[in-house]
């Protein structure tokens, strides 16, 4: 949908939002540059060169676990600073100007969601590179698997998108699309301890629950591991963290423009 | 050619209170012609902002038919050359006017080269160009009208849909708006236009339907609708002088200052009323059918048709 990404943008610099990601962003380039001397001096100038490889490569990891820590505030910040832009964009009075256009239903919402996934992800990026260009000049390390990190922030959104923009459409309410973003992820991070719960719990009925859920809802905590492994060379060996998580919003974001198309504005 | 034809159109909210349900629109059926300026009236509550969603496929008619520029409304085609002012509207409040205008025209697929300069010239049109340039949020409710006029503009449309456009705006902003009106009317382009205010329908539309609880309950050109059949006001020198009328012709319903006013039982009873005055040497100055305002043929519809006691608020809401 034409001209809904570029609202967007001019939605996000109308915000004091913009403020939280510019004080977020500084206070992490300062941590970089107050480490600067302590991986200075792990640096051990008269190591023999495979310890200097070594040192080198924790150094690396460092960064890039580093890096994931930051995109994931600024992940939270956005699902936070997002989640009522759609109850908003169709609240009464303002839905009818959107939706008197010549455009169907499902490309004025599909157009909004891609309006808010790349304008608030292009931010994180922009947010990301600037730490991560002061990482690679202040520590001079580099390596080109730290993008998935990035990839990772962006596949999250993704899936966040998916839970507000439903709850959003459903309720019309800002409120609610936070509680649902709370409920879930406090859901999901519980579900990481599914496997001591199986061994304490022998009742079936309550073990088959948790296990749907496991395999219904997203994995965050699961999926942040997985592309941090591939960021720093591991193997991946369970990739269901990641396509259970895609289904799921892919299933949600479709049931989104269902109810969309029906309901009264 | 029609514009809009409404069939058997049904639209019951089904809300969660306990309230029920709320029949908002019931078996309404009209035609909106090509080139006029059909007004809807009606109190508040009477379901005008319904229907006028329900055409813009804002709103889901719960039966009936529905066709705009051919096309149901739930086809995003049938809005390509409609434009709508909505009611009570918070147009987004991060754009300027400028900014407004220029959503406006990409969300209706205008080539950008030449948005800026319709927005230019919309702007200019409803007295807005000093404002372009200013967040909608710091516009006073007239300028929220006028901007959401442009905005209805934007695409130049065949059909005109305006949810009580003059509330909020000044005097002279409403004369203006009426001159838009106007204008857009001498071009061929059809108005919808939703009022409780009666006077204003009255001045610019050629039909009008009145509508209550959700019936039409009368829909004519204003000229019928206002005119009460049969009643004549004479200006001629009558004096206080009573004149003799057979009643099987009619009768002298008031003695006024110029002259006097007869209600007749067929309209050729006005030359017996002429030679009687003539006969009697009285100079006659004018004859003319007596008209209602709107305002006076909408409440005694609306009183006509409730029950004693039971409605009379409704009239009064207008
Ligand atoms: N979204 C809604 N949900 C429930 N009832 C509604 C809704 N919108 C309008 N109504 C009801 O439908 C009736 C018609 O309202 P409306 O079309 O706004 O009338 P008007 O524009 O003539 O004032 C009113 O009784 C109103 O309360
Ligand atoms: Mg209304």
Redesign the interface.
Known sequence: MRGLAADTYRELVDRKLLWLYGIVTVIMLLSVFAVQSTVDNMRLADAPPEMQEQIGDALGQYVIGGLYWFLGILVFLTVMGTAGLIPSMFSRGRAEFYLSKPASRTSILLGKLAGIWSVYGGLMVLAGLLVLGTMVVAYDLFSATVFFVFVAALVDLFIWLSVTGFVGVLSGSFAMSIMAAFALWIIQWLLTFREAVEQLVDNSLVLRVVDTLYYMLPKFSQLGDLFLAMGQHKPVDDWLPLWSSLAFAVVLYIATVWLFKRKDY | MNIVTLEQLVKI?HTRMRRGNITALNEVSLDIEQGEIFGLLGPNGAGKTTLM?IL?????PTTGQVVVMGLPPGD?????K?G?L?E?????S??TGM?LL???G????MPTSAIKGRAEELLAVVGMDKWGDTKIRKYSKGMMQRIGLA?ALI?DPDLLCLDEPTDGVDPVGKVEIRQVLEKVRAQGKTVLLNSHLLSEVESVADRVAILSKGRVKRLDSVSNLTSRQLEYEIEADVGDRFIEIPEEIGKQIAVTANGMRVELKKKEGINYIIDELRQRRINIYSIQPVRLSLEQSFFELVQDQSTPGGTQGTGGAV
Request: positive net charge.
């Open positions: 909210y969603k813009l496929g804002i709103t889901r995003a085609g049938s809005r390509e409609v709508y909505p009570n509207h918070r147009f987004p991060h754009l900014g220029q959503l406006a990409r969300m209706c697929g905005q695409n």
